[in-house]
């Protein structure tokens, strides 16, 4: 007699399968619907962004985005009175309350939703590569140049632990030639006299009929381009196209000019800003290494000091030596003297 009945899992299911439950993209943790909105709509650099590219310790990416984003937040406030406060990405080992937290997110999208945050991070996918996009009034170049001067101003106060390099972006645009003559022509035109103007002529005249003053005296200038996870441009044509841009009144400096053109390519985009010729001096904008301990010339002088009284002693040393070879000179000359009357 066959029987209908299915046979019964171990657990008594009647063949039913149990599936556990999909923890999702948060490892099986709550979260707001601020941090789920977050995760739907990402953050990417897109052309008409400004911003600013950090490197950062092997590894450390994390960290490094959360120590940045408060430095740069400290220095908005410094530098520009802008007191909006740095949001925080992630609640890793913190006790989360779910109804103060919807409270916060709700109150939290109402005061901010016409208000774009000063520093958005964007997650690159790059190893040791970080990009935070700017919010106006802040000027990219002037903030981290600015940055920059307090550190070395004060080396031996450390703010930072991950992060190394900043460059700043004016603008970005699209990773193609086309892409970099227009971005090339906004920027550069600040700085340089260029090639190819648009400029209506009446607007460069002055009002006795003469040719406008120069934007720009004849500066040198060096260009300093980075390709990453991108195949199309080249760096070779890429440094020709923007220096064919530029009037040959400003000539070409790699070791001392005064300014310098900064390219970043990344993927689908490309970024360019003109920063000054302290830019070598202040390390390339390397906050690690603005941070470098300034005593090593005092440690190497006080070596120098120790080696030159080790060079005393010897000396001193080697005149105790020399005393037992003028006592035997005189003897030799009080024998010589005897030797000579006697005979």
């Not at 990009?131 to 450390?158: G, M, N, T, W, Y």
């Not at 920063?275 to 906050?287: A, C, I, M, P, T």
């Amino acid at each position: 007699m066959s029987s209908n009945k299915r046979k019964e899992g171990p657990n008594g299911s009647g063949g039913k399968q149990d599936f556990k439950r999909s923890k999702g993209g948060s490892g099986g943790k709550w979260k707001t619907p601020n941090h789920k909105a977050k995760d739907e709509v990402r953050v990417t650099i897109a052309p008409g962004d400004i911003g600013i590219w950090a490197t950062c310790a092997r590894g450390q990416e994390g960290k490094a985005t959360t120590e940045l984003k408060s430095i740069l937040y400290q220095f908005a406030e410094k530098f520009y009175g802008l007191t909006q406060e740095p949001e925080d990405d992630d609640e890793d080992g913190k006790e989360v309350d779910i109804e103060a937290s919807i409270q916060k997110e709700a109150a939290a999208l109402t005061e901010t939703q016409d208000k774009p945050k000063l520093f958005s991070s964007v997650r690159i996918d790059i190893e040791c590569v970080l990009f935070f996009k700017v919010q106006p009034p802040i000027d990219p170049v002037d903030f981290v140049h600015r940055i920059c001067l307090e550190i070395a101003s004060k080396p031996e106060v450390r703010l930072t632990r991950y992060v190394n390099r900043l460059t700043p972006m004016t603008l970005i645009g699209k990773a193609t030639e086309k892409g970099l003559a227009e971005v090339g022509n906004t920027v550069l035109s600040k700085h340089f006299q260029l090639n190819i103007d648009d400029t209506p002529k009446d607007a460069d005249e002055d009002k006795d009929g003469g040719k406008g003053k120069p934007k720009e005296a004849a500066c040198s200038y060096a260009i300093r381009p980075t390709i990453r996870n991108h195949t199309s441009l080249k760096r070779g044509p890429l440094i020709e196209q923007i220096a064919s841009s530029i009037k040959d009144i400003h000539p070409v400096n790699l070791t001392k000019p005064d300014k310098v053109i900064i390219v970043e390519i990344y993927q689908t985009v490309c970024g360019m800003s003109v920063v000054g010729g302290d830019w070598e001096s202040l390390k390339r904008y390397n906050l690690s290494e603005l941070y470098q301990p300034i005593q090593k010339p005092a440690a190497q002088s006080e070596n120098a000091q120790r080696g030159g009284k080790r060079k005393e002693d010897s000396k001193d040393e080697f005149a105790k030596d020399e005393g037992p070879k003028v006592e035997v000179s005189i003897d030799t000359a009080t024998l010589t003297a005897d030797s000579s009357e006697s005979k």
